[in-house]
């Protein structure tokens, strides 16, 4: 889950093509890339006296700087005309406290519950990366923009895709001290699937979704994300609909026995990319004959039914076939494709989840060669 910002003039086609994960930063250096992720960091921090005679009881400050400390924006500063005492808040921000929490200086010791934005201070989104949070107490006088300052902290964290969360040892003046960071998402993608279809792998998919570009489909032999390569010759245009919508790729480059990992990539309308997977099919061709086999289809049905969102529909075969699973709303429409693949001889099951669908009744069908079976089941949410 990676929001890619790509700073130059460019058109949606053009932006869509340039964001395979091979080619993130061109050889031609035209593009400048950079890794962003949308959300908003808890920050939770408890100050404890620090004994001095400075009376209000103290000023308080906490801020963001990169990892190299160049100052991105000031989250909370309690203090006004004794702000000159907050020394390293001074030195390192200058003051500067667009958007940030502020107040006079606190009368009392407290657990202060605060929010960055993942932005700097000009409102713009800072890049994915580590950051510092740094926190200042003062209770005593010092001279304007001298030490000593006050008992200051420092902790590093992270703004990914991946999202943080950390809670930290407590020291003498800061307690409780935690961070936790949970990205923002515009898919949720559901029933990612890959099957043997014939002479290739298919891959399905359904997504709620809300601004999406499109998909891109990856794939490696081993679990490893970072060595995996785009497949999809073109992009999948996202359909952007108020009900889950229907995906699937068919992977033609294939062979026989060989076990393949699948990643879907959505891609959204400001360029932002989340990964999903993988899920993990093994290549079993599906001959001639076992297509065109008859065998005898038993024993079909789902339970529990009603079900609210997983049934298990099972069914038996008297020999090993290949054998499709269908998925109908009332209006006949097709919902999902459970299966087209080869199963074996005797008891079978394959697990649905209705997770998204709307309360109602809904229909499937298993076909094995000229066998086919109607059933009827009910989501009651």
């Excluded at 890619?4 to 340039?18: D, G, H, Q, R, V």
């Excluded at 050889?27 to 950079?34: F, K, P, V």
């Excluded at 209705?354 to 060669?369: M, R, W």
Aim: with cysteine; hydrophobic share 35%.
């Amino acid at each position: 889950m990676k929001k890619i910002i790509i700073i130059a003039l460019l058109c949606l086609s053009t932006l869509i093509f340039a964001l395979n994960k091979d080619n993130y930063i061109p050889n031609d250096g035209m593009l400048t890339i950079e890794e962003r992720t949308e959300g908003s960091f808890d920050i939770t921090v408890r100050t404890t006296t620090h004994n001095g005679q400075y009376a209000p009881i103290h000023c308080f400050a906490l801020w963001i700087t990169t990892d190299q400390d160049t100052f991105v924006k000031t989250v909370e500063r309690k203090a006004l005309s004794y702000m000159q005492h907050l020394v390293k808040f001074m030195q390192m921000t200058g003051g500067n406290s667009v958007g940030a929490v502020t107040g006079a200086s606190l009368n009392t010791h407290i657990t202060h519950n605060v929010s960055w934005n993942g932005q700097n201070y000009s409102g713009a989104d800072m890049p994915d990366g580590i950051y510092r949070l740094y926190i200042e107490l003062t209770e005593s006088n010092s001279a304007n923009g001298s030490i000593p300052d006050g008992p200051w902290t420092m902790i590093e964290f992270e703004k990914s895709a991946t999202g943080y969360s950390n809670t930290y040892a407590n020291q003498t003046n800061y307690h409780d001290l935690a961070i936790d960071y949970t990205p923002v998402i515009p898919v949720s993608l559901m029933n990612l699937s890959g099957d043997t279809v014939g002479e290739f792998i298919r891959i399905s998919w359904q997504a709620i979704e809300s601004g999406v570009a499109g998909y891109d489909v990856y794939r490696n032999d081993s679990d490893d994300y970072n060595t995996a390569t785009a497949i999809t010759s073109t992009f999948i245009p996202g359909q952007n609909l108020d009900i889950p919508s229907n995906y699937s790729y068919d992977d033609l480059n294939v062979v026989e026995d060989n076990t393949y990992y699948y990643w879907v990539v959505a891609l959204s309308m400001d360029a932002v990319s989340y990964e999903f997977g993988p899920v993990e099919v093994t290549y079993l061709p599906v001959s001639i004959d076992e297509n065109n086999a008859t065998p005898i289809l038993s024993d079909a049905g789902n339970f529990p039914n009603p079900f609210n969102p997983e049934t298990t529909i099972k069914f038996s075969l008297e020999t090993q076939a290949k054998t499709e699973i269908n998925v109908y709303n009332t209006r006949g429409q097709l919902v999902r494709t459970l299966g087209n693949k080869l199963f074996s001889a005797g008891s079978n099951e394959v697990v649905y989840n209705a997770y998204p669908l709307a309360s109602g009744v809904y229909h499937y069908s298993i076909k094995s060669g000229s066998s086919l079976i109607w059933r009827s089941m009910v989501l009651v949410k």
